[in-house]
């Protein structure tokens, strides 16, 4: 019985933001180019205002310049619109953020197809989407890219193992399938509509569950010694934050397991400065 290893986020969080910190300040020095994220609020949703909050102080930890546009909750469709084309053609502006969800007047992807591929850090729109599947990416969605950046960091190699993805959302599940496949993972996708999930899981060497649904994964569904990725954020019955997994029962099964909170979260925050340095960078 195996007591699983914990991939620390946080830590490897702070590890990735050390980096690109040092990175801009030598791009600074060099060539006089800081960094610009922009990040467009529609509404005061109080979780979308936490999460525009975490990325300005981000920018801050890593001496990016941020600049948040708050829209009123009833601004129309072309306001939006008008404001996605001014930030496009704004040479101080590198990367351009949407926070999601929008009030449900507005068509989310008319504005998110608007956003120059080249600025999209979220890797939302569908050039950005085409060249993950081809391989041939320059921005990476958030949450997948912080999850392989976890394995390297904890030095789990994927070529060749069998990796079982619970969830196939277009931010998640799809393009997380899609960077294990291209580390030559034997890659299963699974859904709402798969049957025997848990046997499914029990082939796993990586698990990585994106689902939306607290403690879904028990141990009985996890190979001896599996890498267990636990991507999702829900609330228990008591309220408290919890994952996909039922952490304590995993836990005596798998070799490695990230925590809720602590673990994908930190490192989504992480590779949002890792895209907005790439942007800077094209727009050099
Ligand atoms: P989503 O769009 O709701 O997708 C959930 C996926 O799970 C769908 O593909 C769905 O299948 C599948 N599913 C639902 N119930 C299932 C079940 N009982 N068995 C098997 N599959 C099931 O969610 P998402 O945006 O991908 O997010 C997933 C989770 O990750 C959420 O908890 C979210 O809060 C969290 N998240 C965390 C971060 C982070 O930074 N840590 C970032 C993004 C998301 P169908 O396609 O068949 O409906």
Do not use: W
């Not at 009030?103 to 504005?111: I, N, Q, R, T």
């Not at 499914?200 to 599996?226: F, N, Q, S, T, Y």
């Not at 919890?242 to 909170?261: L, Q, R």
């Amino acid at each position: 019985m195996s007591t699983a290893k914990m991939i620390d986020g946080k830590a490897c969080a702070a590890a990735v933001k050390a980096r690109i910190k040092d990175e801009a300040a030598k791009m600074k020095a060099e060539t006089g180019k800081v960094p610009g994220l922009a990040v467009v609020i529609v509404g005061d949703d109080p979780a979308s205002r936490i999460y525009v909050n975490n990325k300005r102080r981000d920018c801050e930890e890593v001496g990016f310049v941020s600049t948040e546009y708050a829209l009123d909750a009833d601004t129309k469709q072309e306001d939006l619109l008008a404001l996605i084309d001014k930030l496009n053609a704004d040479a101080a502006t590198d990367g351009i953020l949407v926070q999601l969800p929008l009030p449900k007047h507005l068509d989310e992807k008319s504005v998110l197809y608007r956003i120059s591929p080249d600025k999209d850090v979220d890797a939302f729109h569908p050039v950005n989407v085409g060249r993950i599947m081809i391989g041939d990416y320059r921005f990476l969605p958030c949450t997948p890219a912080g999850v392989m950046e976890m394995l390297k960091y904890a030095e789990i190699s994927v070529s060749g193992k069998e990796c079982v993805v619970i969830g196939r959302s277009n931010i998640v599940g799809k393009p997380m399938s899609m960077l294990l496949l291209h580390e030559s993972g034997t890659v299963t996708i699974c859904h709402s509509r798969t049957h025997n999930l848990a046997e499914h899981c029990r082939r796993a060497d990586i698990l990585v569950a994106a689902v939306g649904v607290a403690k879904l994964v028990k141990g009985d569904m996890v190979k001896e010694g599996a890498v267990v990725i636990d991507v999702g954020m829900n609330r228990d019955e008591n309220g408290k934050l919890c994952g996909d997994v039922d952490f304590e029962s995993v836990a005596t099964k798998a070799s490695y397991i990230t925590p809720v909170p602590g673990g994908v979260g930190p490192m989504t925050r992480a590779m949002l400065m890792q895209n907005t340095l790439t942007a800077a960078r094209l727009h050099e």
